[in-house]
């Protein structure tokens, strides 16, 4: 990777997903999809609005204002308007007033032409500053896409959930109309058609509190959107987990490609270019100037009215440090012990990513394998309920029983969507560390856009 001519893109390749983010509106009750939600949030989310402002400020201190010379124009005019009183041997009082003025008007030049090649060091740092910054910016687009994404796929396992209890309910509605049928001819007690109640009432009550949480996802969606928190649309979408990743091609990916461990490699070079500024403070330093000057005086005290020189001046200023109460030395040892440290914490930080990694990817193909199970599980369960709400139907089976097969088809289901779900995330969050939630092949023309 060419770290030099490094330009941030925002063009979105998480999951299975590519496309051009440009002005999306959220029209009231509308589908909306995964790339919706992260342009909308790459547009308007506050921390990304504060990290294009911050991005642009290290690219406007690049410059070549360390190699270029200073130019300024000097103008000072100064006047006195003193009364004299002398005092004679003969007691006689002579007084009298005296004004005067000056003018000054000079325009300089100055250059420095050899600072121990500081400039150079300088404008490079500034260079791997934006360099920097540009991580740090797309580190913070990486966790907000990170975090619309978890955002979305949870709304679509509560969706799910609120449709798997809807299912709940309406099979306890029918468990209660007939409990309340054999009931009402005699065939039962009030026993099995009371607790059949309490069994609705239950599963509607747990239906209601999953609507709510349903409810608050969306605001939270909102709110990273920086949209509208009474915002209405409709999220429509399935899990479906990404072909298996391979994890040498995460750790490979993640060693050359990892945001965070980009920006901590600028760093490192930043600590480099600060040692080349302190060992530059033992060379010499030239420094050229020239300037044209005007100055007029008017004074009582002159022969003439009036005074007036003008004219170029220039001039050349060596200077060469002798000692400076090893002030030099102290600058050059801290900043060797900088960049020492920043080597540490950059060699601390592969070997986080790669532990990260490592435990996620377990993590990732165990609820890959779950998936698998609960699949099985969920279908044998679905199977069973029919079985024995034909039972329950024919009066061969008791209530108690039957909700058995009621809670062990509801957690076989429940069970599965949440291994979907933390597959997908373990998914997205192997994707950040490996650096390839972006694109780095498309130029960003305007940062946050």
Known sequence: MNRKGFVLCLFVTILSQTGVLGQTAIAKDSLLSLEACINMALE???????????????????????????????????????????????????????RSNAWRNS?????TLFDGLAMFATSEKQRVLLEQGRYQYMAVAENLVKAISEQYYYII????QVNLLQELVSISQERYQQALTRYRIGADSGLEYKQAGIY????????LLQRELLKNAYIELNRLMNVPLTSHYVI?????????????????????????????????????????LAKAERLPLLRASAGYGLN??????????????????????????????????????????EAANANLELTSARQQVESELLQLYNVYMNNLRMIDFEEQ?????????????????????????????????????????????????????????????????????????
């Open 296 to 337: 007029l005086s008017q004074s009582p005290y002159l022969p003439a009215k009036y005074d007036q020189s003008n004219g170029l001046n220039a001039g050349l200023t060596l200077t060469v440090p002798l000692f400076k109460g090893f002030e030099v030395n102290r600058k050059v040892a801290n900043a060797k012990l």
């Open 377 to 449: 599980n969920r279908d044998a369960a679905s199977m069973n309920l029919e079985a024995a709400m034909e039972k329950y139907r024919l009066g061969s089976l008791a209530g108690i029983e039957f909700r058995d097969y009621q809670l062990s088809y509801l957690n076989a289901s429940d069970r599965k969507l949440k291994a979907l779900y933390q597959t997908k995330i373990s998914e997205i969050t192997l994707r950040l560390l490996a650096g390839e939630l972006f694109a780095r092949s498309t130029p960003l023309d305007k940062p946050g856009r």
């Open 44 to 98: 308007r989310n506050h921390s990304m609005v504060m990290a294009s402002n911050t991005l642009k400020m290290a690219d406007n201190n690049v410059s070549a204002a360390p190699f270029l010379p200073t130019v300024d124009i000097t103008s000072a005019q100064t006047g006195s308007n003193l009364s004299t009183s002398t005092y004679q041997a003969d007691g006689d009082l002579l007084g009298g007033r005296s």
């Open 236 to 276: 429509e979408d399935a899990i479906i987990p990404a072909p298996t990743l391979n994890l040498e091609n995460l750790m490979a990916s993640a060693m050359e490609q990892n945001t965070s461990l980009l920006s901590i490699e600028t760093g490192e070079q930043v600590a480099l270019l600060d040692t080349k």
């Open 200 to 207: 609705l009432n239950s599963d509607s009550s747990s239906l």
């Open 157 to 160: 396992t509560l969706h799910n």
């Open 107 to 111: 325009l300089n030049v100055n250059w």
